[in-house]
Structure formats: C-alpha cells, structure tokens
C-alpha cells in the first residue's frame, strides 16, 4: 500500500499521515508547506511542497495505489471573500488530480474528502443520510458539492475507483478555527490571565463531533474496503448542543468561568441542528470509540502546552 495524501499539512492530514506511517505503510505528502519536523525523519514518508502546475509529473513519480485527496480552501467564511480562489482550489484542483491520476496512476483507489456543509437544513432535526438533499448555502459549500460531482463523474467516465467521504465536525487536537478549539483557546487564556469571562455568540445550535482517532480509523477502511462510486457519511450520529462544550470546559478549567453573551458574535443560524447518520459505515465494521469529554480534554491538553508556540505564529 503506498498512499498519496494532498493537503497533507492540514489537521486531517497529519493524524492520517501518523497513522499509517505507524502501521508502516508507504506515504506520499503534498502541501505548500514543508514537512513538520517531528515528521522529517521518517524513512517511510516522502513530502513534496507542491504547486498546482507540479501535479502531474508528481503523481507519476508517486505511483500511489490509494489516494486521499484533502487538499482545499476550507474556511467557509474565508469562502465569501475570496470565492473566486476557494472554486480554483476545491474545484478545478480536484478536476486537475484526477486528470493526473486518469493518465498516470489509473489503478488507484481515491477518497474523495467532501463537508457535511453540501447537505440543505435537516428541518425536522432527523439524522441526515447520505441520500438526503443537498443545500449549499456559501461559496465553500458550493465549491464542495461542485468537486463533488465533477469528481464522481470524471472517474466514473475514466473507469476510475472514487468513493465519496462527507465528514460532519471532526475535532481533536492541532486543529484550529472551530469551535471546540476556539472554546478551549479562550479557557487557557483565562487561566494565564485568572480572569474567566468568556464572551460568546449563540450556543443553542446542535452538531455532530467526532473525534479525530475514529475519523482517521473510518477513511482508512473507507480507503482499503469502500465501494467504488459510493458516499459515506463520517459521524458519530450523536447531536450536542454547543453550550454542552462550554459546560465540559468549565468543569476541566482551573478558573473559575463566567460565560457573557456579546451581542455582536450572535449570529443567525442556518442550519439549527446537523446530525449525520452514520449507519453505512458502520455497516463496514465501524464505530466511534472517543467519547466527547475524551475528546475536549485532550484538545484542552493540546492548548495549554502549545498556545505559547500557536500566539507567535509558529504551526
């Protein structure tokens, strides 16, 4: 198995990336960015700083029997001032990776890394099943469940083995610009400072986390034993409501918190409640394993002995 990873610098990345060089499998990395240092010395990985331009002599050079294809602008609210590059990045450079891997690795197996963002407001709050309507509501969205499509059927055109894996709100340690993360950032600096007002928007809105480990864990089984031309939720199947966070950081801070609602980070609410279904992959053998609190505490973990080396801009 030799595995080719896009985006490789980015949250999912890496913790794919560490797993299978633990199970000794062969890994390709493409980033912008250069390899991580606490990576750089492992004999099983090669790390490419790539430009979209470099993408077809790379792939042949890689000769990878699996792909993940992670590489994208995703930020949706970066989306809305920059929609022209976030359409490049997820759209025109899905189209151009598979371009390369129809003329030079036809043989390989894709994941196609979707959002759960594709999918229209669950209104009756149901889990959302893979076959449920599609309802992009910002250009990061659209960028999504247009690759999406363009993906699927340039494979399916080429003969090409592309399954599709929609993760809902995958957390854990490293990342950053999610709540879970923001959250656990603002309680650090209220223990540095001992001061624990915490200001926050609405937190009535409901969402299924994941952690990492079982997100990792699901897109290797996806990879190796999914279907060809099918679609995969990756979720817990288990809505928590965002004030619930909240609640489980303050009890692990070592200050006292005192949450003020500001006025000005209130923001309407498009989608209420989003909770996948993921009964397919479990049908596969899968299940998630880390329980939410697991999953706080150690992003909690993470931030309290990296924020110093996060502030000065250093990732």
């Not at 957390?171 to 959250?183: H, L």
């Not at 928007?201 to 034993?225: K, P, Q």
């Not at 309407?268 to 998630?288: E, H, M, N, Q, T």
Request: aromatic share 6%; with cysteine.
């Amino acid at each position: 198995m030799r595995v080719l990873v896009t985006g490789a610098s980015g949250f999912m990345g890496k913790h794919l990336i560490r797993h299978w060089l633990d199970q000794d499998v062969q890994v390709v990395a493409w980033s912008r960015g250069q390899c991580p240092e606490e990576l750089s010395n492992r004999k099983s990985l090669t790390w490419h700083a790539i430009d979209p331009g470099d993408v077809p002599a790379r792939m042949a050079d890689a000769a990878p029997t699996h792909i993940v294809h992670l590489a994208a602008q995703s930020l949706p609210g970066v989306s809305w001032e920059k929609p022209s590059e976030t359409y490049a990045a997820n759209i025109q450079g899905t189209v151009r990776l598979i371009e390369a891997m129809r003329d030079h690795a036809p043989q390989a197996r894709l994941l196609l890394v979707s959002s759960s963002s594709i999918y229209a407001s669950s209104r009756d709050g149901e889990p959302i099943r893979e076959d449920a309507p599609t309802g992009a509501t910002s250009p990061y969205s659209i960028s999504k469940l247009a690759a999406e499509q363009a993906g699927r059927l340039l494979c399916d055109r080429h003969g090409l083995a592309c399954l599709v894996v929609r993760p809902f709100f995958v957390i854990g340690p490293e990342k950053t610009g999610d709540v879970c993360s923001d959250f656990a950032r603002r309680v650090v600096a209220a223990e540095k400072t001992g001061q624990g007002v915490i200001r926050v928007g609405n937190l009535d809105a409901v969402r299924d986390y994941l952690d990492i480990s079982d997100a990792v864990r699901g897109m290797d089984l996806l990879l190796r034993r999914g279907t060809p031309g099918d679609v995969f939720n990756l979720c817990s199947g288990q809505g928590v409501v965002i004030r619930t966070i909240l609640d489980h950081y303050a009890s692990m801070a070592s200050v006292p918190l005192t949450v003020q609602v500001d006025p000005a980070l209130v923001r309407p609410i498009d989608d209420p409640v989003k909770v996948g279904d993921p009964s397919k992959l479990i049908a596969f053998g899968w299940r998630p394993e880390v329980d939410l609190a697991t999953s706080l505490r150690t992003i909690l973990s993470d931030w309290r002995a990296h924020t110093p080396r996060r502030e000065s801009g250093c990732r």
